[in-house]
């Protein structure tokens, strides 16, 4: 249904063919775009979707795309590299600006608004970020939209989806229920993320807002989300730890992770705009997620795994 009124005969790059990317495109694909994908190393084409080799800290990087005409639609799905710098506009901006573009979407994150203590934010909200990626993705936002180009940004929480739910954690038996009072962490299954940019597209440009989140209805703590989907594979939880006791073991991006806390609305997107989520929950979503798994598997396919929900687009 979502994207159902997306007019056929678009021609679309996705800048970063990452997780989110690559959802995107193929669903972009069979509602008729013409779907070009940037990776950094060469991957094998098909016949819907052609992939072009961009690295940005090559010398020759933007060669596969120096000729690129007729781009309508963009989605700009990488993040800033580890210098805080946007790897894709410094060397697309003026490729970008001779193209009929009629959509730029920008996956952003909801950590450009900070720690709340839990509270809700939405998009009038004041972003606060802390120094580092959440800093860098807010600039990044703002030197995309300083274009001049249709952009739209969208804010994500963490993203989870097939291969990136807890499922295989728990069947090695490496996951951990972690214990902190009044913490609460908001997500969005890729599909949803996938549908949201597609009604958008959809939507008459007047009505488009620039900053949008996408997120699901239900914040909740992990260890939540951690028994539903031990329930889902009929394993024992863990034992229950306090975070106190592993917060120096963590990773600087483990930590950043679960030193915020916030509840993202959804209100714009899902009330204003008409966007019917598939997964209003991790409920549903963790269901649909491992019987897509499950399918994968039996067919012989495999699936890129995450360790940290949301930390790729």
Request: glycine share 12%; aromatic share 8%; net charge neutral.
């Amino acid at each position: 249904m979502e994207g159902a009124a997306v007019k056929p005969g678009g021609r679309l790059l996705v800048l970063g063919g990452g997780y989110s990317g690559l959802r995107f495109g193929r669903a972009a694909a069979q509602r008729g775009f013409e779907v070009l994908l940037t990776s950094r190393q060469r991957r094998p084409q098909d016949a819907a979707l052609r992939w072009l080799v961009f690295d940005s800290e090559a010398n020759d990087s933007g060669g596969e795309t120096a000729g690129l005409e007729g781009i309508t639609h963009v989605l700009m799905a990488a993040a800033p590299n580890g210098q805080g710098d946007d790897p894709m506009l410094p060397q697309l901006a003026a490729m970008l600006q001779r193209q009929p573009l009629q959509w730029v979407g920008y996956l952003s994150t909801t950590g450009v608004y900070g720690c709340t203590g839990g509270a809700w934010v939405d998009e009038t909200t004041p972003p606060r970020p802390r120094p580092g990626r959440s800093q860098w993705r807010l600039e990044a936002e703002r030197a995309w939209q300083a274009t001049g180009l249709p952009v739209q940004v969208f804010r994500l929480p963490a993203i989870y989806g097939p291969h990136r739910c807890p499922f295989e954690g728990l069947r090695q038996g490496t996951s951990k229920l972690v214990h902190k009072p009044g913490q609460v962490f908001s997500r969005v299954h890729v599909d949803d993320i996938v549908g949201s940019l597609l009604h958008c597209i959809a939507l008459p440009e007047k009505r488009r807002p620039a900053v949008l989140n996408v997120c699901d209805d239900c914040p909740c703590p992990s260890s939540e989300t951690l028994g539903f989907a031990a329930h889902l594979l009929g394993l024992p939880l863990p034992d229950a730890v306090r975070f106190a006791e592993i917060e120096t073991s963590l990773s600087p991006m483990a930590r950043s992770f679960w030193g915020e806390n916030r509840r993202p609305s959804n209100h714009l997107l899902c009330q204003q705009l008409g966007y019917s989520l598939r997964y209003p929950s991790y409920r549903e979503g963790f269901r649909a997620s491992l019987a897509e798994e499950e399918g994968s598997r039996a067919a012989g396919e495999t699936g890129a795994q995450s360790g940290t929900p949301g930390s790729a687009t």
